[in-house]
């Protein structure tokens, strides 16, 4: 989630060295298709091989607007019972600042009643960076304020437990549990505690349509985001829905499986905040790849009495 800021704002805080600390995890309206970056329980879950790949581009026609780039991926390793993966943000950017993060996630994945719960924990390094070359200068000579691009970054953890069955699934989780101080020049960020609490089920409507309602509950202690979505999924094949973020905006999703395994959706963001008269809304496109490896079947031989 972002909040944002004009530059003239942001040069303000700058120049009073502020200690920033707000919610500062992208969003994504395709999330459900990578539910891996916010809750770690998750690697492994779906028993195969599978990589995403999210780019948005938020408030276009904005000027400096979010834009940021996602890949993930996971998969099961029965040698350690359980599942890894791998999150990348990259090409995160916001005005003059950029983001990258990548975290290296393990989940103990066992089985519960009719379905499997993962209890997963992530660790990676978080790097901010500013180009102050961007601004404007009142002053040149301000000390306070970079003329150049200044970086920093810090260690973070994440923990998440996450539950599924052949037709629900249900996580809790929560990233940045170190709080870590990002110092670069004059300025310090903070990476804020993020919680996370989603939820989804498949109700077969015929034999040809399915019904996948979901939901995504974020806060970081301060203020709360939710998303909730409605996907139908047409002959296994096509899928279209619509979501609603809380005082943020309408998502219009569609998608379809191009080949076997391979996946490819869009969704488009109304914005229905005050952004919506500098905005003309928020593009997303998602390409997924998953396979499951056939399983070695041991082959066993019995002797037979009457054939010694």
């Known amino acids: 989630m972002r909040k944002l800021f004009t530059t003239g704002v942001f040069i303000a805080l700058l120049i009073c060295g502020y200690h920033a600390s707000a919610q500062?995890?992208?969003?994504?309206?395709?999330?459900?298709?990578?539910?891996?970056?916010?809750?770690?329980?998750?690697?492994?879950?779906?028993?195969?091989?599978?990589?995403?790949?999210?780019?948005?581009?938020?408030?276009?026609?904005?000027?400096?607007?979010?834009?940021?780039?996602?890949?993930?991926?996971?998969?099961?390793?029965?040698?350690?019972?359980?599942?890894?993966?791998?999150?990348?943000?990259?090409?995160?950017?916001?005005?003059?600042?950029?983001?990258?993060?990548?975290?290296?996630?393990?989940?103990?994945?066992?089985?519960?009643?009719?379905?499997?719960?993962?209890?997963?924990?992530n660790?990676?390094?978080?790097?901010?960076?500013?180009?102050?070359?961007?601004?404007i200068y009142n002053d040149d000579n301000d000390n306070s304020i970079p003329i150049g691009s200044v970086s920093g970054g810090a260690f973070d953890l994440g923990l998440g437990a996450y539950y599924q069955t052949e037709k629900l699934y249900a996580g809790i989780s929560t990233q940045h549990l170190t709080k870590g101080d990002i110092n670069y020049d004059n300025i310090s960020t903070t990476l804020e505690r993020h919680y996370y609490l989603m939820g989804g089920y498949s109700l077969d409507l015929?034999?040809?349509?399915?019904?996948?309602?979901?939901?995504?509950?974020?806060?970081?202690?301060?203020?709360?985001?939710?998303?909730?979505?409605?996907?139908?999924?047409?002959?296994?094949?096509?899928?279209?829905?619509?979501?609603?973020?809380?005082?943020?905006?309408?998502?219009?999703?569609?998608?379809?499986?191009?080949?076997?395994?391979?996946?490819?959706?869009?969704?488009?963001?109304?914005?229905?905040?005050?952004i919506k008269t500098y905005s003309s809304g928020t593009h997303e496109i998602m390409l997924g790849y998953c396979f499951k490896k056939a399983k070695n079947v041991k082959r066993q031989f019995h002797r037979n009495v009457r054939f010694l």
């Open 123 to 135: 660790l990676g390094y978080h790097q901010k960076s500013l180009n102050g070359s961007k601004f």
């Open 206 to 274: 015929t034999s040809s349509l399915t019904l996948k309602p979901s939901v995504l509950l974020k806060t970081d202690g301060v203020s709360v985001q939710g998303d909730f979505n409605a996907n139908v999924l047409i002959n296994n094949r096509f899928w279209a829905g619509a979501s609603y973020r809380l005082q943020d905006a309408i998502v219009i999703l569609a998608g379809l499986e191009i080949v076997p395994n391979l996946k490819l959706g869009y969704s488009y963001d109304i914005t229905t905040s005050d």
């Open 24 to 121: 500062q995890d992208p969003q994504f309206s395709q999330n459900m298709f990578a539910r891996l970056p916010v809750n770690p329980g998750f690697a492994g879950a779906n028993d195969a091989i599978c990589a995403t790949l999210l780019y948005r581009n938020q408030w276009t026609g904005f000027g400096g607007e979010p834009k940021t780039m996602l890949f993930t991926a996971d998969m099961p390793l029965d040698i350690l019972r359980g599942g890894v993966g791998l999150s990348v943000y990259a090409a995160d950017q916001l005005g003059a600042e950029k983001n990258f993060s990548a975290r290296a996630a393990y989940a103990y994945q066992a089985n519960l009643g009719s379905g499997r719960i993962g209890l997963g924990l």
